[in-house]
């Protein structure tokens, strides 16, 4: 956990990342997505913890049900090969049709997220008052171009000369 709160303040150091010097969502969300990434290693971990706790309420017979190996015998089509059914472990089985497919949905949804608010972050721009004021210029004529019926075209010329909007 400590590594990934150290590899998020050094993923911070971009300044659009930054908005008076608070970490945009962009940052936080690009660390939650690797701290969620790195917690694929981890299965270990949380299977021991999980037995552990269940023994520790009386319900030794999970850890068995876990062992117990299940051969997986699908319906044999024309193309199929003639290779021996594939045996998992209730352990394994529920590594690969749980766990990894629960971490994998957050790492889509994490990367959506991030992409949609570097997006936003990227079009306004313009409001970060550490910008330099070409991109911010930039950012302020898209903005105006994206929202052509909402916002007035002169609205980039008020902002350059400092003139209320």
């Known amino acids: 956990m400590e590594q ?7 993923d ?4 659009s990342e930054y908005i008076n010097g608070a970490v945009t969502a962009v940052a ?4 939650l997505s690797a701290f969620v990434i790195d917690q694929r290693e981890h299965f270990g971990d949380y299977y021991k913890k999980t037995v552990d706790a269940m023994t520790a ?6 850890k068995l049900d876990f062992e117990i190996g299940r051969a997986r015998r699908p319906k044999c089509a024309d ?27 957050l790492v889509g949804d994490l990367s959506r997220r991030t992409n949609a608010y570097a997006e936003i972050n990227q079009r306004f721009c313009c409001l970060n008052p550490n910008e330099d004021i070409d991109t911010a210029t930039t ?13 007035e075209p002169d609205l980039v010329e008020k902002w350059t000369s400092g003139q209320p909007f």
């Open 28 to 31: 936080l969300l690009k660390s």
């Open 12 to 15: 911070q150091q971009a300044p």
């Open 57 to 62: 309420i009386g319900d030794a017979e999970c």
């Open 79 to 105: 193309d199929d090969s003639l290779q021996p059914a594939v045996v998992l472990t209730g352990q394994e089985r529920f590594k690969v049709e749980c766990f990894y497919v629960i971490l994998d949905s």
């Open 4 to 10: 990934s709160i150290n590899s998020c303040e050094r």
């Open 139 to 151: 950012a302020m004529h898209t903005a105006v171009d994206f929202y052509r019926g909402h916002l």
